[in-house]
Nanobody
Framework: QVQLVESGGGLVQPGGSLRLSCAAS????????MAWFRQAPGKERTIVAA????????YYVGSVKGRFTISRDNAKNMVYLQMNSLKPEDTAIYYCALDRDPGVLYTTPGEYDDWGQGTQVTVSS
């Protein structure tokens, strides 16, 4: 099992930026597709962005396109989410997730096998 640890969350004003990081244990990290999900209070957990094992393909939910960027560094076992132009509706707990199937880039939580503990992002003035 791969362990995932998120960091980088916090309180930011609207229009501000944050960079989330996800550190993964395990030697086979580079084989797996990765994703960021978020969950606001009283709402379901939904996809934010996903990236294939080699970084060649990415997916973004429409509401974050042009504002967020997902990236990975397989040499460091890290995945990142750069979040710019943050809005109050981006407030949520953000989770890093790993999919052991190296094929399709999935966007639903049920397809992901390992999860971090989450990091809180609050966008408020």
């Amino acid at each position: 099992q791969v362990q995932l640890v998120e960091s980088g969350g916090g309180l930011v004003q609207p229009g501000g930026s944050l960079r989330l990081s996800c550190a993964a244990s395990g030697r086979t990290f580079s084989r797996y597709n990765m994703a960021w999900f978020r969950q606001a209070p009283g709402k379901e957990r939904t996809i934010v962005a996903a990236i294939t094992w080699n970084g060649a393909n990415t997916y973004y939910v429409g509401s974050v396109k042009g504002r967020f960027t997902i990236s990975r560094d397989n040499a460091k076992n890290m995945v990142y989410l750069q979040m710019n132009s943050l809005k109050p509706e981006d407030t949520a707990i953000y989770y890093c997730a790993l999919d052991r199937d190296p094929g399709v880039l999935y966007t639903t939580p049920g397809e992901y096998d390992d999860w971090g503990q989450g990091t809180q992002v609050t966008v408020s003035s």
